[in-house]
């Protein structure tokens, strides 16, 4: 059974950083895509990054990109993000997503099967 296991995240200042990590268990990874999903209040989930465990492109939302990077380390079966220069509107509940087909990471949650069990990441000015 896969699992996916969150950590990081917590409350920090306006252009401060953060790192969320994302440990998978309980399956063979090499086909997998993964990605990073945020929930601000009140809104729908929405894509933020995503990453081939093989390697590939690294897609990332307008935005976060220039500021967010999505990393895979194989041999700790981790996969983080890294948010940097942290804004207000950064602030919502953060997602690790595992989809089990071959293809490329896609931005829409449904493609996605296994979830994490979801972080707070509030930004404050």
């Known amino acids: 059974q896969v699992q996916l296991v969150q950590s990081g995240g917590g409350s920090v200042q306006a252009g401060g950083s953060l790192r969320l990590s994302c440990v998978a268990s309980?399956?063979?990874?090499?086909?997998?895509?993964m990605a990073w999903f945020r929930q601000p209040p009140g809104k729908e989930r929405e894509f933020v990054a995503g990453?081939?465990?093989?390697?590939?492109?690294?897609p990332y939302s307008d935005s976060v990109k220039g500021r967010f990077t999505i990393s895979i380390d194989s041999a700790e079966n981790t996969v983080y993000l890294q948010m940097n220069s942290l804004e207000p509107d950064d602030t919502a509940v953060y997602y690790c997503?595992?989809?089990?087909?071959?293809?490329?990471?896609?931005?829409?949650?449904?493609?996605?099967?296994?979830w994490g069990q979801g972080t707070q990441v509030t930004v404050f000015s």
């Open positions: 997503a595992a989809d089990r087909s071959w293809g490329l990471p896609t931005m829409t949650p449904q493609d996605y099967d296994y």
């Open positions: 990453i081939r465990w093989s390697g590939g492109p690294t």
């Open positions: 309980g399956g063979t990874f090499r086909s997998f895509s």
